[in-house]
């Protein structure tokens, strides 16, 4: 390989790098941040009984978002008296182009672990609905 072969190569690979690197910023304009919302959580799921010290699963159902666009970004929980509330968000990405697919919880877990024995109540909050309520025995 003769010299400037091999530096059109160096200059190629710097230029892709670039790209590679900065490629989100080019298809995102500064105006339009990331839109973190409160999910319409439609239903949840756990078990009704507990050994103290076992975790708890949660389980979420519902939609996300209509397109491809949406996602879901992470749960927020609140220790409440004789329980737990849960938060859980999605994002809506901005995009030129968003998939034409239907975004799902399916059944995404947040994991608990009670500290005491008793009944302990989920509490899960919905934007312009009353909770999703939920009792857990812990025993």
């Known amino acids: 390989m003769n010299m400037i072969m091999k530096r059109q190569i160096?200059?190629?690979?710097?230029?892709?790098?670039?790209?590679?690197?900065?490629?989100?910023?080019?298809?995102?304009?500064?105006?339009?941040?990331?839109?973190?919302f409160l999910i319409e959580v439609e239903s949840i799921a756990a078990p009704e009984s507990v050994m103290l010290g076992d975790s708890v699963a949660v389980n979420f159902f519902g939609t996300i978002g209509p397109n491809g666009c949406f996602s879901f970004s992470h749960f927020e929980a609140t220790d409440i008296e004789?329980?737990?509330?849960?938060?859980?968000?999605?994002?809506y990405i901005h995009s030129r182009v968003c998939a034409a697919?239907?975004?799902?919880?399916?059944?995404?877990?947040?994991?608990y672990v009670p500290e005491t024995r008793g009944?302990?109540?989920?509490?899960?909050?919905?934007?312009?609905?009353?909770p999703l309520e939920r009792v857990i025995n812990v025993e």
Do not use: P, W
């Open 10 to 36: 160096e200059i190629l690979a710097v230029i892709l790098l670039s790209l590679t690197t900065f490629s989100c910023d080019l298809f995102n304009n500064d105006d339009d941040d990331d839109d973190v």
């Open 82 to 91: 004789n329980g737990i509330e849960i938060d859980a968000y999605g994002q």
């Open 101 to 111: 697919v239907i975004v799902d919880l399916d059944g995404r877990a947040y994991y």
């Open 119 to 130: 009944m302990k109540q989920v509490r899960v909050n919905r934007q312009n609905r009353d």
